[in-house]
């Protein structure tokens, strides 16, 4: 069977600030569009960015989405972004549950919070890119269970007809912010992605479950992006640092053919 595109999404954190960066990022990656068409690209800015980002990205294949998305209803909820504001500007999916957010603690990022998020974005119609990750890989194996933990919770929150726009992305939390040398080696990669694919096939079903893309995210760059793909068996990368500046955002794309 023929491989899918790569999927590869931008995950811009806190990288990219301003729209003068945004408009110019676009612009570098306008010029590359052969490049990009080899791979499914998504990018994921910070909420103020999405008013410049969708109408620039609108006649491109490239897809806008959040990196977040309350989870709340529109109402008394001050500072929050819910799904219905974030499809009012043309977002189509939101990141959930990743591990900087989990990392803020409380209510809002608890799994229970995690599933709020999720039952809000799909009730907006938002395509779902859930984040799960073991904080320490043990030999004992530990991160399987929190792994399958995580995913079992989600699962739990998305309802059947949204399944087509749910993707899993993999991301251990010890290998976030690192260099290519520092991350997981494709081997291991390998290994957890069979494991989450049988967890998904559990949950859902088979049918559904073989159709969920599974991304790797922890310092995928240029040198290890080949690797990663071709011998981790991955749908595609969530992607952190390198993907927020156009030149190293390219290379890497570029390094996937
Ligand atoms: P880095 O690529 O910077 O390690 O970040 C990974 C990540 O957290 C993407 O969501």
Same mark, same amino acid.
């Given at each position: 069977?023929?491989?899918?595109?790569?999927?590869?999404?931008?995950?811009?954190?806190?990288?990219?600030?301003?729209?003068e960066?945004?408009?110019?990022?676009?612009?570098?990656?306008?010029?590359?569009?052969?490049?990009l068409?080899?791979?499914?690209?998504?990018?994921?800015p910070?909420?103020?960015?999405?008013?410049?980002?969708?109408?620039?990205?609108?006649?491109?294949?490239?897809?806008?989405?959040?990196?977040?998305?309350?989870a709340?209803?529109?109402?008394?909820?001050?500072?929050?972004?819910?799904?219905?504001?974030?499809r009012?500007?043309?977002?189509?999916?939101?990141?959930?549950?990743?591990?900087?957010?989990?990392?803020?603690?409380?209510?809002g990022?608890?799994?229970?919070?995690?599933?709020?998020?999720?039952?809000?974005?799909?009730?907006?119609?938002?395509?779902?890119?859930?984040?799960?990750?073991?904080?320490?890989?043990?030999?004992?194996?530990?991160?399987?269970?929190?792994?399958?933990?995580?995913?079992?919770?989600?699962?739990?929150?998305?309802?059947?007809?949204?399944?087509?726009?749910?993707?899993?992305?993999?991301?251990?939390?010890?290998?976030?912010?690192k260099?290519?040398?520092?991350?997981?080696?494709?081997?291991?990669?390998?290994?957890? $992605?069979? $494991?989450?694919?049988?967890?998904?096939?559990?949950?859902?079903?088979?049918?559904?479950?073989?159709?969920?893309?599974?991304?790797?995210?922890?310092?995928?760059?240029e040198?290890?992006?080949?690797?990663?793909?071709?011998?981790?068996?991955?749908?595609?990368?969530?992607?952190?640092?390198?993907?927020?500046?156009?030149?190293?955002?390219?290379?890497?794309?570029?390094?996937?053919?």
């Amino acid at each position: 069977m023929k491989r899918a595109k790569p999927i590869v999404i931008a995950n811009w954190k806190g990288y990219v600030e301003t729209p003068e960066e945004a408009k110019r990022f676009v612009q570098v990656i306008k010029r590359s569009t052969k490049t990009l068409s080899a791979c499914q690209v998504m990018l994921a800015p910070s909420f103020t960015l999405l008013p410049t980002l969708v109408p620039l990205l609108k006649n491109s294949a490239v897809q806008v989405g959040s990196q977040a998305v309350s989870a709340h209803p529109g109402g008394a909820h001050t500072g929050e972004v819910t799904g219905a504001m974030l499809r009012a500007v043309g977002a189509v999916f939101s990141i959930v549950g990743h591990s900087e957010r989990r990392a803020l603690g409380g209510a809002g990022e608890s799994e229970e919070g995690i599933q709020n998020q999720i039952a809000r974005a799909c009730e907006a119609g938002l395509g779902v890119v859930l984040c799960v990750g073991e904080h320490e890989r043990e030999a004992s194996g530990a991160h399987f269970g929190i792994i399958a933990g995580q995913l079992a919770s989600a699962l739990a929150a998305v309802p059947l007809k949204n399944m087509g726009k749910l993707m899993v992305a993999y991301e251990p939390v010890w290998a976030i912010g690192k260099t290519a040398a520092d991350a997981m080696q494709p081997g291991d990669v390998q290994e957890v $992605f069979i $494991f989450i694919r049988k967890i998904l096939v559990e949950k859902i079903g088979r049918a559904a479950a073989l159709k969920v893309p599974i991304l790797y995210g922890g310092s995928v760059e240029e040198e290890n992006v080949q690797g990663l793909y071709h011998e981790g068996g991955v749908s595609g990368f969530l992607v952190g640092h390198a993907s927020s500046k156009s030149d190293s955002f390219i290379k890497l794309i570029k390094a996937l053919q």
